[in-house]
T-cell receptor, first 115, second 115 residues
């Protein structure tokens, strides 16, 4: 079984400031890692995913995340946020190589970008 | 192209009633997932279809919940004898092929309120 912990339920930042949204996971098997974003009144959208290879993954809208196996973390970062980045962000994992393709999500982090 | 669609967008019902929630996946996607998102929580897995068959229904909370996908495309989630605790946003997602690293595309969800 897997579990995902997003340490911050809310993160307020000012426009053009850097941001880091933290994600830690626990799993007895190897996993793939994902970040999804949910804008107000919209469906979840994939930001980026880590499958293998380079531990630094770049996604859409200038976001990137770094996989750290020893710390079982997959933190999301952006060097300079915009008002339009205001949304809820979800970290998720799925089992690598198994027959169960479900995503296990964290509780989400609400990012609020203020002018 | 068209994304995942879900109907209705909102459903209000009374305790004890029966409800059906519909999901129309992206054309050609063989995998279909249902998740439930309660207030302040991340999405939680309910059931996964590969084609017409339910490959994993381990997330269904009890036997009041049932889902079908008779022709391998549209899916219906059915809830009998609804309870107030069933109130949540029900999300549907679809993906192409059989792999846990494939991106799941989410619909906007159906908000179910049980009075």
């Amino acid at each position: 079984a897997q579990s995902v912990t997003q340490l911050d339920s809310q993160v307020p930042v000012f426009e053009e400031a850097p941001v880091e949204l933290r994600c830690n996971y626990s799993s007895s098997v190897s996993v793939y890692l994902f970040w999804y974003v949910q804008y107000p009144n919209q469906g979840l959208q994939l930001l980026l995913k880590y499958l293998s290879g380079s531990t630094l993954v770049k996604g859409i809208n200038g976001f990137e995340a770094e996989f750290n196996k020893s710390q079982t973390s997959f933190h999301l970062r952006k060097p300079s946020v915009h008002i339009s980045d205001t949304a809820e962000y979800f970290c998720a994992v799925s089992e690598r190589g198994g027959s169960n393709y479900k995503l296990t999500f964290g509780k989400g982090t609400l990012l609020t970008v203020n002018p | 192209g068209a994304g995942v669609s879900q109907t209705p967008s909102n459903k209000v019902t009374e305790k004890g009633k029966y409800v059906e929630l519909r999901c129309d996946p992206i054309s050609g996607h063989t995998a279909l997932y249902w998740y439930r998102q309660s207030l302040g929580q991340g999405p939680e897995f309910l059931i996964y279809f590969q084609g017409t068959g339910a490959a994993d229904d381990s997330g269904l909370p009890n036997d009041r919940f049932f889902a079908v996908r008779p022709e391998g495309s549209v899916s219906t989630l059915k809830i009998q004898r609804t309870e107030r605790g069933d109130s949540a946003v029900y999300l549907c997602a679809s993906s192409f092929g059989q792999a846990s690293y494939n991106e799941q595309f989410f619909g906007p969800g159906t908000r179910l309120t049980v009075l």
